[in-house]
């Protein structure tokens, strides 16, 4: 059965050869940080599901004290000159193998659930999607490697530049999810509903429901994460008082306060995939570029979904 | 209560710039250890917090290893890149005389919304979309608008490009019936006794997708008008 520890060995093999390239580039203004940082990556891939939970928390601690000491990041690699050229001779077929990806995505999420080998599914149920995303990267790129002609020690050289350009930044959203444990583990969010229910004032069906939704793009934002937030504000809120005490409907309270939750997510770096991640990515000055942009947004639609609630579930 | 000083400490090390992964380490140790206290803690007890907080927090990180799959992408966008996919992305946007950033966006941000309530939500992303073709696209417009185009607004156009991204995502997943957030909140509310069906809640998310399509549109068209006023000056 094909699942989740076949992507980690390809993974762990990706970031092992990462180290050895960074370890490897003498220029490197970073090099031993980098080494360290991926190569650490790079065991918590291969060897994490043997080693003692312990040794993996200290795996990231290690990390984060790489990250921390600012040993972690990119150097300074040539500009290529010839890149329009290349599009010009390439036209619109190299849209192809960025399409891939998706593609196989969508195709295996539909075609590969059912499929069984000798009685045993050939991948995992509940991991369909990852592997079929794995498979598409994989597919994708021996294409793309066989298009231009080019060597693996390129694509891995070139991915390596991406990787760099992220940096640290590339490991926030697994470690933000395992602070998230550690938090859930320590019922920080009972501690916070117990609050909001406690000192809000709650006084009328229009007051409620502004506490549910505020409440929720709050502690989203503090979370990083809606479906944190979501069970313990219901909890406290939305269940007892607009829909206990004043009557609302459940189904429209819950669907619009999940959406609620998600107005919190655009406005914290806590929710690094969506937020610092693609900071990184695009190279932006400000790590908070990409919030800022969405702040707007965010605000407003906090306010519409307070008024949808306020007028609609009643 | 003591837990909070866990958040606390989220919030102060991101308002004094600290690396955020420290921070979420930081954080995750401040909590346990914070659980902790009540009278008579004796140091060896706290110790032993310490390490199971570790062991919670290391257990948590291998379990959420796929979080990081994304970035196995790296080398194929890399290899796209440096055979000038980002280029090519520009020209296309180059020869279409009335393409411009808010219209791009606002075209990318009902794919984007409309694709993910069909639960496509794969169709998107930072890695695999937004860096090597939508943002490029965009910032084409904007030099298109403005020859003289600002590092700021150019910043500005890339942040807007990962933003539509965003939104498009969180505010159209949501019309999808089988995405994780629908089937959590029915889940949640058949523990409290309350039976809703997926489809019902997925008909809810339908104003919200609406108000955010309004909302974020009318931002995107005002982002023009501020790129053709910069211009202009």
């Known amino acids: 059965m094909i699942g989740l520890p076949v992507l980690y060995v390809l993974a762990g093999a990706l970031f092992t050869v990462f180290a050895i390239g960074s370890a490897t580039d003498a220029t490197h203004p970073k090099r031993w940080g980098n080494t360290l940082f991926w190569g650490l990556f790079a065991g918590s891939f291969l060897a994490g599901s043997w080693l003692p939970d312990t040794v993996n928390g200290l795996l990231l601690v290690a990390m984060a004290l790489v990250a921390g000491l600012n040993l972690v990041g990119k150097g300074q690699s040539e500009p290529q000159s010839d890149r329009a050229e290349r599009a010009e001779r390439w036209g619109n077929s190299l849209f192809i193998p960025a399409l891939i990806p998706p593609a196989v995505t969508l195709a295996g999420t539909f075609l590969l659930k059912g499929v069984e080998i000798g009685g045993q599914p050939l991948v995992d149920p509940k991991q369909v999607t990852l592997v079929s995303l794995g498979a598409g990267i994989v597919l994708a790129t021996a294409a793309a490697l066989a298009m231009f002609r080019a060597s693996p020690a390129t694509a891995v050289r070139e991915g390596q530049r991406l990787m760099d350009s992220v940096g640290w930044a590339g490991l926030l959203p697994q470690a933000l999810a395992a602070l998230g444990a550690v938090f859930a583990a320590a019922k920080v969010g009972d501690v916070i509903g117990t609050l909001a229910g406690d000192y809000l004032p709650l006084n009328g069906p229009l007051m409620a429901v502004c506490a549910y939704t505020i409440g929720m793009a709050l502690f989203t934002a503090i979370m990083g994460n809606a479906f944190a937030a979501f069970p313990v504000m219901t909890a406290a809120i939305a269940l007892p008082l607009i829909v206990g005490q004043y009557g609302g409907d459940p189904t429209i309270v819950c669907a619009i306060g999940m959406l609620s939750g998600f107005c919190g997510t655009l406005t914290t770096p806590m929710a690094a995939n969506f937020n610092i991640v693609p900071a990184a990515l695009l190279e932006l000055p400000d790590r908070n570029g990409v919030i800022r942009a969405q702040l707007p947004t965010a605000l407003l639609l906090l306010i519409a979904n307070t008024v949808l609630m306020y007028v609609l579930a009643f | ?233």
Do not use: C
């Open chain 2, 1 to 233: 209560m003591w837990v909070l000083l866990g958040v606390l400490a989220v919030v102060v090390g991101f308002a004094a710039r600290l690396n955020p992964l420290l921070v979420v380490v930081i954080a995750a140790l401040v909590t346990g250890l914070a659980a902790l206290i009540a009278p008579g803690l004796t140091p060896a007890a706290a110790w032993g917090g310490l390490i199971d907080t570790l062991a919670v927090l290391g257990k948590a990180f291998k379990d959420n290893r796929y979080i990081s799959i994304t970035w196995l992408i790296l080398p194929l966008i890399g290899l796209l890149e440096r055979e000038g996919l980002q280029e090519r992305a520009r020209m296309l946007i180059q020869r279409l005389r009335s393409a411009t950033t808010g219209r791009l966006l606002l075209i990318y941000l009902v794919i984007r919304q409309g694709t993910a309530a069909l639960g496509l939500t794969s169709l998107g992303g930072h890695p695999q979309m937004v860096r090597p073709l939508i943002a490029p696209m965009a910032e084409a417009a904007a030099e298109a608008q403005d020859p003289n185009l600002s590092d700021a607004s150019r910043n500005r156009v890339k942040a807007m490009a990962a933003a539509t991204d965003n939104i498009g995502l969180f505010f159209g997943e949501d019309i999808f019936i089988a995405i994780a957030s629908i089937l959590l909140i029915k889940g949640f509310l058949e523990t409290n006794g309350i039976i809703v069906t997926p489809f019902a809640l997925s008909v809810w998310a339908i104003p919200t997708a609406i108000a955010a399509l309004l909302i974020h549109g009318t931002r995107l068209l005002l982002l023009d008008r501020s790129l053709r006023r910069e211009a202009a000056r």
